[in-house]
């Protein structure tokens, strides 16, 4: 039903209601029990049972849970111990995730009024929102938030802020006339109020057309419940890894084990020792390390300002291609300034920062003090005068007390050195005019300190313009001739142009016999002082920002329920929007579906006037083209498409808690730069997270290769079962932690984001794993079967000494693994982490050597000085070769 088509008296007919005197108790019951409660509901949820035992399905962790069986078969219950805190560890971080997405719903319902003022039996009673019902009769004033959706019947000079609902950053003055349209979206709907929306101004009464998920609240928490919560590309590609491992691993290892038993060795022995292979192929710590790196991300992004409510949600922020952000409150301050003064036909220009109230005036590129121009100066203390708002100072802090327009004229007039204390001294206001819709303007009656009275009016330009007769020009009144009118009305088109909200000055002196002023006798006959300019400004860092992230290769747009001049000129400022770049409205976006908006969405940089629905399908649309989505906002109105957004990013101090419970990431400082800082460091750990998956596998590689290797060429094995599971345990965990940690490459910030379908293997990382982790089998067997060429009847120290070139190797290697390029690249003491990790695990290692008590546990014997030559040259071999290839081959690049 589109309510805003009827008239108050059509709208009283079809709910059945009575403006006179509302429902009867009897009406309020029998459609309660009909319709419900004014509440936002939730679907069906799952019990925390089975949301915990939910966690526990995931591919991984069942890979997981067999590695512990098998290692409690094998009675290495410190191993099983260690898989079995890793599985829960990672189901308890889930379920806490989970529950908390749930929590944005609650959050949302929490926006709605606690108490109403209605109508009942003819008497106006409080009751709590929640009990409202369609055809109550409400009334409301400024600051009181409204209970449900409402058609206004009577509004004085009623004006109701919508932002968190439809992202316009200005109030928005309501009427009661019906309005003509069918398709006119929420923020142009100006007869309707809204749940959860502010009266900032004024007062009015109308009556409940719409309560609970049918509300345009309720709407969005449908949305909300219903948005397709994506998959991030780190969980895709640990998916493709565990199942590639998987197959890997078993295949390999039972080719181990029926060739040992093929050629004659102890079936026990051979199954024991292809378990052992199994739990070593498989990194179990892989989940565990990912959630490392990526909650030491998280402690760093912490320091830059930036709260991650979901681990994933870093690296996924690190391959967005696309970041679609709101406006008000985003990209900008959300604080009405103004920004350009016009008077006498000139025009100075004003800086500052929000509502504090510092600044300086320009003339072109020259600071002027104001107070050397009389029109100038005049204006901005009548613009001060007629005027209800406050800026308060709270710690240091300016918070806006009123209208954010009436706040903007207050800043400009403090700017000047102009204070109410000042104009206390010198004026007293004796009457007021309020503005009122009608007549689009305000005025209040004053009297300075000799008894002389004037009317000082603001109000809209065009307005202020055709009821004055005079203006002051060059400091002098002259009379309105139709080059003043013509000069002034191309000044007001200017502004206007630039998407800068417009507010004429005026006054006029009284006359000493004038005792009762009327509105009528007071607004007419004007001197026109002048016009100031203001807009919801830029944040000043954004513009960088966005700059540094094209040089990243990621599109910014801007999504906005504000209107398209003021988009697109905010757009143009922060360079978002380039020469050509398409701008497309909510009207466009309505007539549109995601395959049209698909055609035309790479070219768009801007969407204005849109709806929580035209968000979703804005977000589905990049996301069909292949993009990786990030989604910005601060409303209510961006749940849903946060949501559904790869990841969602949301303000920490502008924004609504529904908001920060939809997104994954929270701004605390609701600075868009902050998103450069976290796109950078999501870069960095997936690029760690590669470079210790490149670590494990192919140290696990090696330790595969060198049993199957030994068994085809007939030889004993290189290794017995607890050794391979020492190297699984200490060796690989330790380092491979530590390259989590590592800093990000210096050109991080340059490169495009990867290809969201790129695979975990892709960049050459499969070819490098296989090669190393041949070189790393190849050094181990040579080291072994030179050593047991040497004394046959000594298999333990041919054993040991193929232990310690495994891990020699691997500790060497681990510093070739911190680059794409070489182990030349890197300083290797920039990672102090990662040398102290192969420091602790050298360590182990000779412990278990030379340590009697764990030589018998081992399997180990004290190594000669002489060997400790052929262990360390072998194991230095895998690195040097490979990289000694590597420049060959970029050698022969160049050359050609």
Known sequence: MNWYELRGDQVEERVNTSV?????????????????????????????????????????????????????????????????????????????????????????????????????????IKVASKDIVVGDVIKFSSGDRIGADIRVIQATSLYIEESALTGESVPVQKKEQAINGSHIGLGDQENMAFMGTMVTRGSGMG???????????????????????????????????????????????????????????????????????????????????????????VQRMIKKRAIVRKLQAVETLGCASVICSDKTGTMTQNKMMVTHVWSAGELWNVNGKGYEPVGEFFKGDKVINPTTS????????????????????????????????????????????????????QYEVIHEFPFDSARKMMSVIVKDRNGKKYVVTKGAPDVILNISNGVLWNDQLRVMTKEYKDRIQETIHTLGSNALRTIAIAYKPLPQTARSVTEKDAENQLTFVGIQGMIDPPRPEVKQAVQECREAGIKT????????????????????????????????????????????????????????EHKLKIVKAFQNKGHIVAMTGDGVNDAPAIKSADIGISMG?????????????????????????????????????????????????????????????????????????????????????????????????????????????????????????????????????ITYNQNPNDLTYAQTVAFATLVFSQLIIVFDCRSERSIFHRNPFQNIYLVGAVIISACVMLAVIYYPPLQVIFNTVSIKARDWLLISGLAALPTFLLVGALFSKKKEERNA
């Open 557 to 612: 747009v801007m999504i906005t329920g504000d209107h398209k001049i003021t988009a697109t000129a905010i757009a143009k400022q922060l360079s978002i929007l380039p020469e050509g770049g398409r701008v497309l409205e909510g009207n466009d976006l309505t007539n549109m579906s995601v395959e049209d908006l698909e055609g035309v969405v790479d070219d768009t940089y801007v969407f204005a006037r849109v709806s929580p």
């Open 20 to 124: 006179a005197t509302g429902l009867s108790e009897g009406d309020v019951k029998a459609r309660q029990a009909k319709f419900g409660k004014n509440e936002l509901k939730e679907t069906n949820k799952q019990s925390a049972l089975v949301l915990f035992l939910s966690q526990f399905k995931d591919f991984m962790v069942l890979v997981l849970i067999g590695a512990t069986i098998i290692s409690g078969l094998l009675g290495e219950y410190v191993d099983a111990i260690a898989i079995v805190a890793i599985v829960i560890l990672n189901g308890i971080l889930g379920f806490v995730q989970e529950t908390r997405a749930e929590k944005s719903l609650q959050a949302l319902k929490e926006f709605a009024a606690p108490q109403v003022t209605v109508r009942r039996n003819g008497n106006w």
């Open 207 to 297: 009556i409940v057309v719409a309560t609970g998920m049918k509300t345009a609240m309720g709407q969005i928490a449908d949305l909300l419940q219903s948005a397709e919560v994506m998959i991030t590309p780190l969980q895709r590609k640990l998916e493709q890894l565990g199942k590639i491992l998987i197959v890997l691993a078993l295949g390999l290892t039972a080719l181990v084990v029926l060739l040992g038993i093929y050629q004659g060795h102890n079936m026990y022995h051979m199954f024991l020792a292809g378990v052992s292979l199994a739990v070593a192929a498989i990194p179990e710590g892989l989940p565990a390390i990912v959630t490392v790196a990526l909650s030491l991300g």
């Open 374 to 425: 009389r029109s100038l100066y005049q204006m901005l203390t009548f613009g001060y005068l007629c005027n209800n708002t406050e800026i308060i100072n709270r710690k240091k802090e300016f918070i806006l007390d009123g209208d954010p327009t009436e706040g903007a004229l207050v800043v400009a007039a403090r700017k000047a050195g102009i204070t109410r204390e000042s104009l206390a001294t």
């Open 653 to 785: 101090i502008s924004g609504t808690d529904v908001a920060k419970e939809a997104s994954a990431l929270v701004l605390l400082d609701d600075n868009f730069a902050t998103i450069k800082a976290a796109i950078k460091e999501g870069r960095n750990i997936y690029e760690n997270i590669r470079k210790f998956i490149r670590y494990l596998l192919a140290s696990n590689v090696g330790e595969i290769l060198v049993m199957l290797f030994a068994l085809m060429l007939t030889l004993p094995l290189p290794l017995v079962p607890i050794q391979i599971l020492l190297v699984n345990l200490v060796t690989d965990g330790l380092p491979a932690m530590a390259l989590g940690l590592d800093s990000p490459e210096g050109d991080v910030m340059k490169r495009k984001p990867r290809n969201p379908k790129e695979g975990i293997f892709a960049r050459s990382l499969g070819w490098k794993i296989i090669s190393r982790g041949f070189m790393i089998g190849i050094v181990t067997l040579i080291a072994f079967v």
